[in-house]
């Protein structure tokens, strides 16, 4: 398929976020070029995902520059080189305990994908988009990249380094047209975290939910609908920011009406 439409590239697209953030993004009219690490991971997407002829699965795996180049050049000769939106949304979270030294590799494996991942793709899609003068970068990052996380500081860290990239890249590719934004999602109800959070039990999540001013956890459709504003907004004007979807997580629950 070759056409002028805007392309928009999404990286980890087979996972929770990822799946809602496609479905979205054709929903708008975008071409989505859909990624994830293997070809099983994309069969899981595309069962989920109603089928479209704006839709094209690509195996790329973001720690690899080879494997991203790759993908780069499937992409456009599938949908054309207008590639105007890339959502750096691949990431693993691993608990990596700082007391523990048997967890060093771990540490490196979160690092490669959540920061090094995203700036490998970064660099090679942004690229098309400082061609044409237009393009929006959306990273998603976390609400531990600001608060930090116990026992998961290499998470923690590789959230705090997309955003502080996020700014700089900002920077960088404003003056091109390119803008580029961070999501710090807070508590969602995913894999991700079901698959962390096994001992989790319902009064767990009834305090979780006190600190919540909006009083739910989010879910990947929440998202979806910030990422598909993102891309899709006509100001460039939008810049550098750090969107925080959190419900109010991040204000904190001190009720001042309690004071008077
Ligand atoms: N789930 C949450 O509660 C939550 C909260 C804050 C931030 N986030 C962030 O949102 C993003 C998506 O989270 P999710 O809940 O959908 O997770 P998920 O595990 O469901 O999906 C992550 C996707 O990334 C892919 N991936 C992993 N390594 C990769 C690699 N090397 N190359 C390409 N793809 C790779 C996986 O295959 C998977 O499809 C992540 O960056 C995560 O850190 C999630």
Same mark, same amino acid.
């Given at each position: 398929m070759q056409n002028h439409q805007k392309i928009a590239v999404v990286t980890g697209a087979a996972g929770g976020f990822g799946r809602q953030i496609v479905q979205h993004l054709l929903a708008e009219g975008f071409c989505v070029a859909a990624t994830d690490v293997s070809q099983n991971k994309l069969d899981s997407l595309q069962s989920y995902v109603k089928n479209s002829e704006k839709l094209g699965l690509f195996v790329m795996d973001v720690c690899s520059t080879y494997s991203i180049q790759q993908a780069a050049e499937q992409i456009t000769s599938y949908f054309g080189d207008s590639i105007a939106v890339l959502v750096n949304n691949a990431g693993i979270f691993e608990r990596t305990p700082v007391l523990l030294p048997e967890y060093q590799d771990t540490v490196a494996k979160v690092i490669d994908v959540n920061l090094i991942g995203a700036y490998s793709c970064t660099t090679i899609f942004s690229k098309f988009m400082v061609k044409k003068r237009n393009g929006r970068v959306i990273n998603i990052a976390s609400i531990a990249g600001t608060w930090g996380a116990a026992s998961a500081s290499a998470y923690a860290a590789s959230k705090a380094g997309l955003i502080a990239a996020s700014k700089s890249w900002a920077r960088e590719l404003g003056s091109f047209g390119v803008c580029v934004n961070a999501i710090t999602p807070g508590i969602f109800q995913t894999e991700m975290l079901e698959n962390e959070d096994k001992h989790s039990t319902v009064t767990a999540d009834k305090l979780l939910l006190n600190l919540i001013p909006s009083g739910r956890f989010g879910h990947p459709s929440d998202v979806a609908e910030i990422v598909t504003f993102l891309a899709a907004c006509?100001? %460039?004007?939008? %810049?550098?920011a750090v969107v925080a979807l959190d419900g109010g997580l991040n204000i904190g629950t001190l009720e001042t009406s309690q004071w008077s």
């Amino acid at each position: 398929m070759q056409n002028h439409q805007k392309i928009a590239v999404v990286t980890g697209a087979a996972g929770g976020f990822g799946r809602q953030i496609v479905q979205h993004l054709l929903a708008e009219g975008f071409c989505v070029a859909a990624t994830d690490v293997s070809q099983n991971k994309l069969d899981s997407l595309q069962s989920y995902v109603k089928n479209s002829e704006k839709l094209g699965l690509f195996v790329m795996d973001v720690c690899s520059t080879y494997s991203i180049q790759q993908a780069a050049e499937q992409i456009t000769s599938y949908f054309g080189d207008s590639i105007a939106v890339l959502v750096n949304n691949a990431g693993i979270f691993e608990r990596t305990p700082v007391l523990l030294p048997e967890y060093q590799d771990t540490v490196a494996k979160v690092i490669d994908v959540n920061l090094i991942g995203a700036y490998s793709c970064t660099t090679i899609f942004s690229k098309f988009m400082v061609k044409k003068r237009n393009g929006r970068v959306i990273n998603i990052a976390s609400i531990a990249g600001t608060w930090g996380a116990a026992s998961a500081s290499a998470y923690a860290a590789s959230k705090a380094g997309l955003i502080a990239a996020s700014k700089s890249w900002a920077r960088e590719l404003g003056s091109f047209g390119v803008c580029v934004n961070a999501i710090t999602p807070g508590i969602f109800q995913t894999e991700m975290l079901e698959n962390e959070d096994k001992h989790s039990t319902v009064t767990a999540d009834k305090l979780l939910l006190n600190l919540i001013p909006s009083g739910r956890f989010g879910h990947p459709s929440d998202v979806a609908e910030i990422v598909t504003f993102l891309a899709a907004c006509k100001t %460039n004007y939008l %810049n550098g920011a750090v969107v925080a979807l959190d419900g109010g997580l991040n204000i904190g629950t001190l009720e001042t009406s309690q004071w008077s």
